[in-house]
């Protein structure tokens, strides 16, 4: 089965590896993915890679589409983009994983109070029992009387914890107190 990795050539590069480890096969999205490699032949050669912008959502939903079913989605996307998530849901084989990793905004209330996009997506995947749906919400790291944001590895090591032992929702860090967060 084929595992779909999309913006996950940065921080999540240690991530990407585990899967890609893991998998028969693996489809790569990001605007750079044709230059990206994992630094091994034996997981390269396991990968399609498409460079495609997320911002450019029919063209990009089209090249994911065309290496679906996936049996493991490990994505993160900036913006909220909830049509393109729904879309992607919709690729992931019953009985697959979806890893969504979001900044630390991301489970603050909107504007006019309405639901978080975490929450929204915890709703939209409790529609779909049969894909297990797990986040991962980037906090940061208090030290001493200061504060930082997560490292490369830390952010990847939570990504592999939610692909291994799936929960609903891993904060990597802290989220509190906020007003504490790296400046
Ligand atoms: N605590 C937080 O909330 C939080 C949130 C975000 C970031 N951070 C910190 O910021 C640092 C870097 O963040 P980063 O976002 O630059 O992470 P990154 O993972 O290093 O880079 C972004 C990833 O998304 C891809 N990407 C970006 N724009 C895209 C687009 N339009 N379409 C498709 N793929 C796209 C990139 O590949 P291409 O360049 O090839 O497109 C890359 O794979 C992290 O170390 C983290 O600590 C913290």
């Keep these: 089965m084929t595992t779909l990795l999309i913006g996950a050539t940065g921080m999540l590069k240690t991530a990407a ?4 480890a893991r998998a028969k ?6 605007r750079h993915a044709k230059d990206f490699s994992l630094g091994s032949d034996t997981l390269d050669v396991k990968l399609t890679r498409i460079s495609q912008s997320y911002e450019n959502g029919a063209a990009f ?4 589409a065309r290496y ?3 049996d493991l989605a490990l994505t993160w996307i900036r913006p909220q983009a909830e049509i393109l998530r729904a879309a992607i849901d919709g690729m992931i084989v019953p009985g697959g994983r979806l890893v969504e990793v979001m ?12 639901a978080s996009i975490a929450e929204r997506r915890a709703q939209a995947l409790a529609l779909q029992p049969d894909i297990t749906y797990s986040q991962v919400i980037l906090g940061f790291v208090l030290e001493g009387d200061g504060s930082r944001w997560l490292t490369h590895e830390e952010i990847s090591a939570a990504a592999i914890a939610q692909m291994e032992k799936p929960q609903a929702r891993l904060i990597a860090g802290v989220l509190e107190p906020w007003e504490r967060r790296p400046q």
């Design 25 to 30: 096969k693996a489809v790569v999205l990001s």
């Design 68 to 70: 679906a079913p996936y």
């Design 103 to 114: 900044g630390s905004r991301s489970i603050l209330l909107g504007e006019n109070g309405e």
């Design 17 to 20: 590896a585990h899967a890609v």
């Design 61 to 64: 939903i089209d090249a994911v």
